[in-house]
């Protein structure tokens, strides 16, 4: 996946707790460290886990970031 732009996810005291990055069709969310948690299909509105699993439709990908 070629990654068009990265957004930090941050606490209210400025931690960064992950990051989404954008790719084509698809926004993907990792934890701090790198590892990603999941992603949002935008042309199927839903949500998977990290295995391609649906948890959502929707842009629900801020539930995975515990």
């Given at each position: 996946d070629?990654?068009?732009a990265?957004?930090?996810?941050?606490?209210?005291?400025g931690?960064?707790?992950?990051w989404?990055?954008?790719s084509g069709n698809k926004k993907w969310l990792s934890d701090f460290n790198?590892?990603?948690?999941g992603y949002y299909?935008?042309?199927l509105d839903?949500?998977?886990d990290f295995y391609g699993r649906q948890v959502g439709r929707g842009d629900i990908l801020?539930?995975?970031l515990r």
């Open positions: 070629v990654i068009m990265r957004e930090a996810i941050k606490d209210w005291t931690k960064i707790l992950g989404v990055e954008w790198g590892r990603r948690l299909d935008k042309s839903k949500t998977c801020m539930t995975l």
